[in-house]
Each structure stands twice: as C-alpha cells, then as structure tokens.
Antibody, heavy 120, light 110 residues
Framework: EVQLVESGGGLVKPGGSLRLSCAASGFTFSSYSMNWVRQAPGKGLEWVSSISGYSNYVFYADSLKGRFTISRDNAKNSLYLQMNSLRAEDTAVYYC?????????????WGQGTLVTVSS | QSVLTQPPSVSAAPGQKVTISCSGS????????VSWYQHLPGTAPKLLIYDNNKRPSGIPDRFSGSKSGTSATLGITGLQTGDEADYYC???????????FGGGTKLTVL
C-alpha cells in the first residue's frame, strides 16, 4: 500500500525557516517523481515544486522566488522541502504527492498534509 | 488568479448529473493531459481522472473526463451526498514549466 506521511510543520516567525519531510512507503521511491502542493486557508490547491526520481529535474513555482528548495534521499525513501525567508502568505497545509513515473502530469497519491503557520 | 478557470460552485440534486468545466490555453490544456481531483476538507486530495479521461483503479465510472481544444470537463452522474467536495483540474503548462491548477469548484448536492 502506497503511503506518504508529511512531517515538520509548525509555527514559525516571519523570516524564519522550516524543513518539511515526507516519508514514503509501499513503492519503489526512486522510480517516481515527487511533488509538493499547498493549500492556504480558504484558498485552492497551489503547486509548489517537483523533483524527478534521481533529482535530474527540479521545478518550482515562480512565486517562490528561490526561497524554497526541494530535495530527496532515495536511500531513505524521503522527500524534503527546505523553506527559507518565510512569509505570512506561506501559511498553508503542505501536501506531498507522487507523480506517475518520472513525469508530473498528475499526482496519484497524496499525503494527509502538514500545517505550516507563519506568524509573529 | 488561477491559470485554469473553473466555476466557483455548481449544484444539483441527488441522482442527477453535473459537469464542471476547466478552461485554459494552448500552453496548458491545449497541449497537455488534464487531471481532476476531489478534495474534502481535512483529507488528502484524491485523483479522479488522469490523461484527460482515464480513471484510476477504484474510481467509479460515475466520474468521467473529456477534453476539447483548450477546455476540459469533469462529469459526475448519479450524484450522492458523499460527492460534496471541492474539485480541481490540473495540468502542465509548457510556457511556465509549471504544474497549474484551476481555482476549484465547490459541488453541493442539494
């Protein structure tokens, strides 16, 4: 059974940093792209970033302007999102999601999400 | 402002059919596959349709997808109260090199 479990969310002050993790199980992790998608309170889904199976390809939403870094450790079956210079508008539930093979045309499994709150 | 445009809300009675539209452009829907997701508050989003019209295992055939030009449509027949949720379309945008979602449509089953 495919499982994705996010962790690392919490309350952080504006300008601070946070590192999210996503533990994957039930599939050959390195064979799939992995992705982060977020949902701010009262808003819709917003794509954040994608990374290919062996990290050859990485994509980010323009709105992040270099503040976020996606990475993965295939030996640990884990996906990460390093978030720096956090702003109030980054407050959201962050989901990790699996892509189909090494593409990102859709996301077939999602985690339950981890809440990030940026507030002083 | 989302790259893909969806109606904010739709509603229909139990047992009826509803369609949700998703409008884009040649850089996204026009030249890439469309997917659809169901999202209930507090839960993980669920993939309903991928590659425009394919259903993952376990998704009932009450859900269908289609695409024409730069627009896509999600259809749901035999509406049930359990279908009340937010629905999102998504695709790749070749110009932005980014995944884009619609703004979401809230389905109410009256």
């Amino acid at each position: 059974e495919v499982q994705l479990v996010e962790s690392g969310g919490g309350l952080v002050k504006p300008g601070g940093s946070l590192r999210l993790s996503c533990a994957a199980s039930g599939f050959t992790f390195s064979s799939y792209s992995m992705n982060w998608v977020r949902q701010a309170p009262g808003k819709g889904l917003e794509w954040v970033s994608s990374i290919s199976g062996y990290s050859n390809y990485v994509f980010y939403a323009d709105s992040l302007k270099g503040r976020f870094t996606i990475s993965r450790d295939n030996a640990k079956n884990s996906l990460y999102l390093q978030m720096n210079s956090l702003r109030a508008e980054d407050t959201a539930v962050y989901y990790c999601a699996r892509g189909p093979g090494n593409s990102w045309y859709y996301f077939d499994y999602w985690g339950q999400g981890t809440l990030v709150t940026v507030s002083s | 402002q989302s790259v893909l445009t969806q109606p904010p809300s739709v509603s229909a009675a139990p047992g009826q059919k509803v369609t949700i539209s998703c409008s884009g452009s040649s850089s996204n829907i026009g030249n890439n596959y469309v997917s659809w997701y169901q999202h209930l508050p507090g839960t993980a989003p669920k993939l309903l349709i991928y590659d425009n019209n394919k259903r993952p295992s376990g998704i009932p055939d009450r859900f269908s997808g289609s695409k024409s030009g730069t627009s896509a449509t999600l259809g749901i027949t035999g509406l049930q109260t359990g279908d009340e949720a937010d629905y999102y379309c998504g695709t790749w945008d070749s110009s932005l090199s980014a995944v884009v979602f619609g703004g979401g449509t809230k389905l109410t089953v009256l």
